[in-house]
Each structure stands twice: as structure tokens, then as C-alpha cells.
């Protein structure tokens, strides 16, 4: 006959198993990289920044965002609005190529952000859009109008 050499764990060991070990982290004292970013709005209701799966970070900066590439250390212009409107909002898409943009008009612009080219508008409140998220290729812009 056959015998067997496996032996049961423990209770205690068999835990061992099923958690992660915690690994300790090492956080540097000095910054890796520091961004200049004149004309933040200083506004708790706004959400200026955005980093994407792709590793690019989206800053609206007045009537501007800028991309800026952790992988390359580039920063690119994405678009100006103009002296009409400001940018009170950004989120990436999930995977990372598209950029939506809330305006204070209470537009939200779609950019094809690999690209640089702009896809479309949407005028979808009355007030500034202070928030935009995504689910799939679904956009949901969030504003003060409650539209």
C-alpha cells in the first residue's frame, strides 16, 4: 500500500499561510520629484488633480491641464479654455487614454489625452462641475445644480 507523507499544518501555521507577510516600506525624507503648479485653486470642492493608470498625472491649473509622465518626466499642455472659463475638474478614463475636463461653465470636455486632440463636448450643468467620475465608458459629471 500507498502511505502518505503529508502532514496537516497547524491552526496557527495554516494562518501563517493565509496572510500576507507585512512588509516594511521604506518612504524617502527627500522628494523624488517636485511639481510646480501655479494657479491651484485653492477650493476643497474641486478635484484638480488626476493620476491615470498609465502613470500620468492631470493637473487643471486656471484655464489650463497639464499632463505631466511619471515614466518620462514630460509635461505636456493638454488645453487652455481660454480667459472665459476655468477648469474645476479632472478624472481619467479606467484604462487611462481619455481625459475628462468639468469647466466652470459647467461643460465637460473629453480628450483623447495620447492623442492630444479633443473628442467632444458636453454642456451637462448649469453650474461648474466640481466632479467627474467613470464607470466603464460611462461618464458622470457631479455639480452644485443638482441636474
Do not use: E
Request: proline share 5%; hydrophobic share 35%.
Amino acid at each position: 500500500g500507498g502511505s502518505s507523507s503529508l502532514l496537516p499544518l497547524s491552526p496557527a501555521r495554516d494562518s501563517d499561510l493565509m496572510t500576507p507577510r507585512k512588509v516594511k516600506r521604506k518612504i524617502p525624507k527627500v522628494p523624488f520629484k517636485v511639481l510646480d503648479a501655479p494657479a491651484l485653486q485653492d477650493d476643497f470642492y474641486l478635484n484638480l488633480v488626476d493620476w491615470s493608470s498609465q502613470n500620468v498625472l492631470a493637473v487643471g491649473l486656471g484655464s489650463s491641464v497639464y499632463l505631466w509622465s511619471a515614466c518620462t518626466s514630460r509635461v505636456t499642455k493638454l488645453c487652455d479654455l481660454g480667459r472665459d472659463d476655468l477648469v474645476t475638474s479632472v478624472a481619467w478614463t479606467q484604462r487611462g487614454g481619455h481625459l475628462a475636463v468639468g469647466t466652470n461653465t459647467g461643460r465637460v470636455r473629453l480628450w483623447d489625452a495620447t492623442r492630444c486632440k479633443h473628442v467632444r463636448d458636453v454642456q451637462s450643468h448649469g453650474a461648474r462641475v466640481g466632479t467627474l467620475a467613470w464607470n466603464g465608458s460611462l461618464g458622470a459629471p457631479g455639480s452644485r445644480d443638482r441636474r
